[in-house]
């Protein structure tokens, strides 16, 4: 296994993360920021009102993307296992 196989399999490592984390991240960041600008507005400072929601959205975008994520985790972790004889090899 050279440097360049494992930088290959860190950037792709990387990636994935991304596209998994990504819209849990995107829902989080509207939802607070739709909130912040709600309490700004009706200056109402209440935790309860960013946390609440934020959690409801995220369930419901596990529900809706959680098997696209899962997908994409497990291919990744079944072409990294068929290629770990020809990566050792090297």
């Known amino acids: 296994m050279t440097d360049n196989d494992v930088m290959h399999l860190a950037v792709q490592a990387m990636v994935l993360g991304t596209k998994v984390a990504g819209p849990i991240l995107l829902v989080s960041l509207v939802i607070g920021f739709a909130i912040s600008?709600?309490?700004s507005v009706?200056?109402?400072q209440e935790m309860t009102l960013t946390?609440?929601?934020k959690v409801i959205a995220i369930a419901i975008v596990l529900l809706v993307a959680?098997?696209?994520?899962m997908g994409e985790m497990v291919g990744f972790t079944r072409q990294l296992f068929a290629d770990l004889p020809a990566l050792l090899k090297t």
């Open 51 to 53: 946390f609440v929601p």
């Open 42 to 44: 009706t200056q109402v």
């Open 66 to 69: 959680g098997n696209w994520m």
């Open 37 to 39: 600008l709600i309490q």
